[in-house]
Structures are given as C-alpha cells and as structure tokens.
C-alpha cells in the first residue's frame, strides 16, 4: 500500500547537537513532500516543502530537507537543535497536484538540556 | 488576517449527544478540510472541500456531516457522538488543492473533544 512512514516516534537529542529525523515513503512515481511541526497545544507549521528540482531544501528555523529518490526518503536536518525545536514533526505526501495530502503518524523531539 | 480559526477550543460530550464544531478562515482560500489527531496515528483526513458547495469524503468520514455554504466557513458535525471520536479535531485551508510552489495548508489552533 502506498504510506509515508516515519520510522521513529520518539528521538531524544541534547541542545546544541545535531539531528535528522527520517521519513520514507513508498509510492511509484515522486510525490510531492513537506515537513510540518506542531509545538504542544498548537496546530501545524510548515517547515518546508519539495516539489522538484534541487533536492536539498532549506526551510524555516535553521531546518533542511534532503530528497533522495533511490531511497524514497526525505529526512529532516538541523545543525544544532534549540530547547524550542521541542515539537512533534510530521512528514507528508501528496501524490498528485490534485491529491489529498497524507500525514505520517509523527515524530516527538525531546530536548536534554 | 486572523487565518483559520477554530471554536470551542475543549468541549466534552457526552454519547449521543450531537455538537458542531466550527471552522473558519479570512484568506478567501478555495480547499478547506477537516483533520482528527490521535496519539500515534498522525493526521486522519476527515472531510474536505474545494469550494463553496462542494465537499468529499476523507479517510475517516463515518459519524461526522460537513457542509461549506460560504468561502469563509466549514463547520463540522458530529450527528451522534461516542468515544471513539474523542480526539484532538484540525480544520486545515489552503489557497487551492492543486499545489504552487507559494502554497500551503494553514492550519487552526485545534478543538479537542472528549467524549463520555
């Protein structure tokens, strides 16, 4: 079945160090991709977004996404996490223009002092 | 612009009883649509539209009515409630379904909704 999957639920990183958060997802052709991030209490913001060409995307908050189609994946980066970043983000696909958008269950981020 | 905006903010219910949720947004956005957030399963589409007078079915549309009369509102109905629709409720809008490089989904502050 086509998904987009975000294979961890939790990641746990100290402030200051690095982080990427992984999804992949499993259609035929490219989707179109996007990651959001809901603060606690909040809807959601988008960070960022992949429609084509260059497959390194910068986005907002220090954030970058990198497209890598032989992986099907579109992992999140950021170079130094802030105690801020605390959020759960959600990758997302649509498949054609005209297709609804598809959220993967998520990823909680939880930052160590 | 006050973007989308979403009320009540908590609401409790009891089962059976019957409640709206109200949506709306000041972009003058075409798609409008309606999410529930449940710990560990995301985001599930629940109703959707494309315009004034036009709505469709999502992913989870059993126990909930939609309707868009207006650009601007896109109330959500919950005819009979249970448990099962305890959940934290998104109403999300964009300027078209179809994507531009410039669009994205605006999403409201959330209702959560238990359900006794």
């Known amino acids: 079945a086509q998904s987009v999957t975000q294979p961890d639920i939790h990641i746990t990183v100290s402030e200051g160090a690095s982080l990427e958060l992984r999804c992949n997802y499993s259609?035929?052709?490219?989707?179109?991709l996007f990651w959001y991030v809901q603060s606690p209490g909040q809807g959601l913001q988008l960070l960022l977004k992949?429609?084509?060409?260059?497959?390194l995307v910068q986005g907002i908050k220090g954030f970058e996404a990198e497209f890598k189609r032989s992986q099907s994946s579109f992992n999140l980066r950021k170079p130094s996490v802030h105690w801020s970043d605390a959020a759960e983000y959600f990758c997302a696909v649509v498949l054609n223009r005209d297709d609804k958008i598809i959220f993967g269950k998520g990823t909680r981020l939880h930052i160590l002092p | 612009n006050a973007g989308v905006t979403q009320t009540p903010k908590f609401q409790v219910l009891k089962t059976g009883q019957s409640m709206t949720l109200q949506c709306a947004q000041d972009m003058n956005h075409e798609y409008m649509s309606w999410y529930r957030q449940d710990p560990g399963m995301g985001l599930r589409l629940i109703h959707y539209s494309v315009g004034a007078g036009i709505t469709d079915q999502g992913e989870v549309p059993n126990g909930y009515n939609v309707s868009r009369s207006t650009t601007e509102d896109f109330p959500l109905r919950l005819l009979s409630a249970a448990p099962s629709q305890t959940s934290v409720y998104f109403c999300a809008s964009s300027l078209s379904l179809g994507l531009a490089r410039t669009d994205t989904q605006y999403f409201g502050p959330g209702t959560r909704l238990t359900v006794l």
């Open positions: 259609y035929g052709a490219t989707p179109y």
């Open positions: 992949y429609f084509s060409g260059d497959t």
